[in-house]
């Protein structure tokens, strides 16, 4: 085993030196680091310049033999890594012909087809990346550029300032660590936290699947990701188990880790994913769809167990344009006199005036009231992905009388008011337990009175309020 295997503070020439055995695997996630954080690293080499070193941060490494030789993958610390690149690379490129110092010319020198071979092996698949490393290496020029930044500078950045390094053979080992650290305050969303996971989960014999998994993982939104996670999945699976769900973080991002399907005994319970998910792989690799065209989509559900690696991925997907899909519906306006279309379905005349008003009644935009959307629109989600559209437009008038009860009897709803209304009255818990769409149909809902209405208690404008006349007009409020 090497020197750098275990752990060791390695100052960031001796890690660049490294940079030929070093990789940056498919799992990782895009190159994030803005110029805020260029600027930042470069106030800490002025701030901290008198000090015999100063720590960067940690890097681990999964390392491994290929044909004798020891690879380092990174499995955290991409971020700072590359932005050392190319620091290192704009001193190489703007400085070096100038530079007084000997000793500092032959290590710049040294490192230069170093830092040059590693840059140009690297495929960045992701657009995000592609402009981060784009902006910051301009940005990294222009300061190192500046007179200000001296010789004494550079000597700092190559000597001084340094990276521990811990290398774990285990690659299973190197993720838990990398878990570890992130738990403990690292800034990592959740969703890539679950990507890494999910991405080890792949078996050996689906690596070209995985990369392309990887790359169409990046082509999505970030924060489309966060968003759908933070504010649907999440929600939805913890309501049904009548379960809080007012945060997301790293430290629930466990609810979306399942079962691998390659290494889990055969327990009854995992038989019918097992004979989904083997049944599902075998229709699509019939040479008969190559003819008829038809693909069979894995039939996900919302409060199902997980599968993990491929599955958890598609699933991501597929649930990122079933609510997309949903809530832009939702949202899309239309005249007066036209229905609400959802999925191809059309509303009834009550439906539709329901998701008009939502889409339009001046207090919309208010945080509660926000709150208490995105609750109804949980619901209709997780309602649609059991049933479809079968009663939709009868399911969207009980949901939202369900859901805006809360609105109209709360002076102001905050999340922990959101949460409660749920378990106190849990809908989700119905639509789970549910064997047809009139077991949610047909839930009795109380009517409110007008010494309820605390929404308007202040304002006295409970006749001209629209969501009052909506449960006025469907006999909901006396």
């Given at each position: 085993?090497?020197?750098?295997?275990?752990?060791?503070?390695?100052?960031?020439?001796?890690?660049?030196?490294?940079?030929?055995?070093?990789?940056?695997?498919?799992?990782?996630?895009?190159?994030?680091?803005?110029?805020?954080?260029?600027?930042?690293?470069?106030?800490?080499?002025?701030?901290?310049?008198?000090?015999?070193?100063?720590?960067?941060?940690?890097?681990?490494?999964?390392?491994?033999?290929?044909?004798?030789?020891?690879?380092?993958?990174?499995?955290?610390?991409?971020?700072?890594?590359?932005?050392?690149?190319?620091?290192?690379?704009?001193?190489?490129?703007?400085?070096?012909?100038?530079?007084?110092?000997?000793?500092?010319?032959?290590?710049?020198?040294?490192?230069?087809?170093?830092?040059?071979?590693?840059?140009?092996?690297?495929?960045?698949?992701?657009?995000?990346?592609?402009?981060?490393?784009?902006?910051?290496?301009?940005?990294?020029?222009?300061?190192?550029?500046?007179?200000?930044?001296?010789?004494?500078?550079?000597?700092?950045?190559?000597?001084?300032?340094?990276?521990?390094?811990?290398?774990?053979?285990?690659?299973?080992?190197?993720?838990?660590?990398?878990?570890?650290?992130?738990?403990?305050?690292?800034?990592?969303?959740?969703?890539d936290l679950l990507k890494a996971y999910h991405l080890r989960e792949f078996p050996e014999?689906?690596?070209?699947?995985?990369?392309?998994?990887?790359?169409?993982?990046?082509?999505?939104?970030?924060?489309?990701?966060?968003?759908?996670?933070?504010?649907?999945?999440?929600?939805?699976?913890?309501?049904?188990?009548?379960?809080?769900?007012?945060?997301?973080?790293?430290?629930?991002?466990?609810?979306?880790?399942?079962?691998?399907?390659?290494?889990?005994?055969?327990?009854?319970?995992?038989?019918?994913?097992?004979?989904?998910?083997?049944?599902?792989?075998?229709?699509?690799?019939?040479?008969?769809?190559?003819?008829?065209?038809?693909?069979?989509?894995?039939?996900?559900?919302?409060?199902?167990?997980?599968?993990?690696?491929?599955?958890?991925?598609?699933?991501?997907?597929?649930?990122?344009?079933?609510?997309?899909?949903?809530?832009?519906?939702?949202?899309?306006?239309?005249?007066?006199?036209?229905?609400?279309?959802?999925?191809?379905?059309?509303?009834?005349?009550?439906?539709?005036?329901?998701?008009?008003?939502?889409?339009?009644?001046?207090?919309?935009?208010?945080?509660?009231?926000?709150?208490?959307?995105?609750?109804?629109?949980?619901?209709?989600?997780?309602?649609?992905?059991?049933?479809?559209?079968?009663?939709?437009?009868?399911?969207?008038?009980?949901?939202?009388?369900?859901?805006?009860?809360?609105?109209?009897?709360?002076?102001?709803?905050?999340?922990?008011?959101m949460d409660n209304h749920v378990l106190n009255s849990n809908l989700f818990r119905i639509?789970?337990?549910?064997?047809?769409?009139?077991?949610?149909?047909?839930?009795?809902?109380?009517?409110?009175?007008?010494?309820?209405?605390?929404?308007?208690?202040?304002?006295?404008?409970?006749?001209?309020?629209?969501?009052?006349?909506?449960?006025?007009?469907?006999?909901?409020?006396?």
């Amino acid at each position: 085993m090497s020197e750098t295997v275990d752990q060791s503070v390695l100052s960031v020439s001796e890690l660049l030196k490294r940079l030929e055995r070093i990789a940056i695997p498919i799992y990782q996630r895009p190159y994030k680091w803005t110029l805020k954080n260029v600027s930042q690293l470069f106030h800490d080499l002025q701030t901290h310049q008198d000090k015999s070193a100063y720590r960067l941060g940690t890097v681990v490494f999964h390392s491994h033999q290929d044909k004798d030789i020891q690879c380092l993958d990174i499995v955290d610390g991409q971020q700072r890594t590359l932005t050392l690149v190319l620091a290192v690379w704009a001193v190489i490129e703007n400085r070096l012909e100038k530079l007084k110092c000997q000793d500092l010319r032959e290590l710049l020198l040294t490192l230069k087809p170093i830092v040059l071979q590693f840059m140009e092996k690297q495929q960045f698949v992701s657009q995000i990346s592609k402009q981060n490393l784009h902006q910051n290496y301009r940005e990294l020029r222009r300061l190192v550029s500046r007179s200000e930044f001296s010789e004494t500078h550079i000597e700092f950045l190559l000597h001084k300032c340094q990276v521990v390094v811990f290398a774990l053979e285990n690659v299973s080992e190197a993720f838990q660590f990398f878990d570890s650290q992130n738990a403990r305050g690292r800034d990592l969303d959740p969703h890539d936290l679950l990507k890494a996971y999910h991405l080890r989960e792949f078996p050996e014999h689906e690596t070209a699947l995985k990369a392309a998994t990887v790359a169409h993982w990046e082509s999505l939104n970030s924060n489309d990701l966060a968003d759908l996670f933070a504010n649907y999945l999440y929600r939805i699976r913890q309501w049904a188990q009548g379960k809080s769900a007012r945060y997301f973080g790293k430290e629930q991002a466990g609810l979306f880790k399942g079962v691998n399907l390659a290494k889990v005994d055969h327990f009854p319970y995992v038989k019918s994913l097992d004979i989904a998910h083997h049944f599902v792989d075998d229709y699509n690799n019939q040479y008969q769809r190559k003819v008829d065209g038809q693909k069979q989509a894995f039939p996900f559900g919302l409060d199902q167990m997980i599968i993990n690696g491929r599955r958890f991925f598609e699933m991501a997907e597929h649930y990122q344009q079933q609510v997309s899909a949903i809530i832009s519906n939702e949202h899309t306006p239309v005249s007066v006199d036209q229905p609400v279309i959802i999925n191809d379905e059309e509303l009834s005349t009550q439906a539709s005036e329901i998701i008009k008003i939502l889409n339009s009644y001046k207090a919309r935009t208010r945080t509660g009231d926000q709150y208490v959307r995105s609750m109804f629109d949980c619901a209709v989600i997780f309602y649609m992905d059991k049933f479809g559209t079968h009663g939709l437009s009868s399911a969207i008038e009980k949901i939202f009388i369900w859901a805006y009860r809360c609105r109209i009897k709360q002076q102001a709803v905050q999340l922990a008011t959101m949460d409660n209304h749920v378990l106190n009255s849990n809908l989700f818990r119905i639509i789970k337990e549910a064997r047809l769409p009139n077991d949610v149909l047909s839930i009795p809902l109380e009517t409110i009175g007008a010494a309820d209405n605390k929404n308007n208690a202040r304002s006295g404008n409970a006749e001209q309020d629209e969501l009052v006349n909506l449960f006025r007009g469907m006999s909901y409020y006396e």
